[in-house]
């Protein structure tokens, strides 16, 4: 349970901080950084994120013996 | 109780999702939905368990055979990924991608269904006269 919400917390965190880069890079003229930052930003929530959907899929192919 | 909890859960993920949607990565707000169904999955995970092993047993009892319960357990897994996989890219906006999903699980369940039906057939077939 508290490790679902801190893992939702932290993506949060993540896509704010590359909202907030993005348009600070934009302002200063870099675009090319600003769109690299939100590749990255993207990657590492995918990062995060994907254990936990096999972990889903892992659990529903072993409850229902899903073979 | 915990459906307190899911439901706090559930209310915390989908105001982060509306705000992220707005901000510069919406994409974001996707991975906070998919992230939020899989923990309220995981959460409810003993509560099915205890489930199954109740219908398990109860199919013992009524010595009814073990392969119909399995392909209806099986069923009621690819019912679910495809719902929930389904869910996903329709919230996301990609209503075609969601409906392949749906027509691929339903080809699935016809898949897993078609020995039962043929044993029903049997069966009415010996009860005929």
């Known amino acids: 349970m508290g490790e679902g919400v801190n893992l939702i917390f932290r993506i949060a965190g993540l896509a704010i901080v590359v909202s907030i880069l993005f348009t600070f890079l934009k302002q200063a003229g870099r675009d090319e950084y600003a769109y690299m930052t939100l590749l990255v930003g993207l990657a ?10 096999l972990e889903l899929f892992e659990t529903v192919r072993s409850l229902f013996q899903l073979y | 109780m915990q459906i307190f909890q899911i439901v706090g859960l559930a209310l915390v993920a989908s105001f982060i999702a509306v705000i992220l949607r707005q901000s510069r990565a919406p994409e974001s707000a996707m991975l906070i939905s998919i992230v939020a169904g899989a923990v309220v999955f995981l959460l409810m995970l003993d509560k099915i368990g205890a489930v199954i092993r109740v219908l398990e047993e109860l ?14 357990f099986k069923i009621i897994g ?25 027509f691929a699980a339903k080809i699935l369940i016809i898949v897993l269904a078609v020995p039962i039906i043929g044993a029903i057939l049997e069966t009415v077939i010996r009860l005929l006269p």
């Not at chain 1, 590492?44 to 959907?53: A, D, K, Y």
Request: glycine content about 10%.
């Open chain 2, 59 to 72: 199919a013992d009892r009524a010595h009814v055979n073990k392969f119909y319960l399995m392909t209806i």
């Open chain 2, 78 to 102: 690819i019912a679910y990924i495809g719902e929930f996989g389904a869910q996903v890219c329709r919230d996301a906006g990609e209503g075609a991608v969601a409906s392949k999903v749906e």
């Open chain 1, 44 to 53: 590492i929530g995918l990062l995060w994120v994907i254990p936990v959907i």
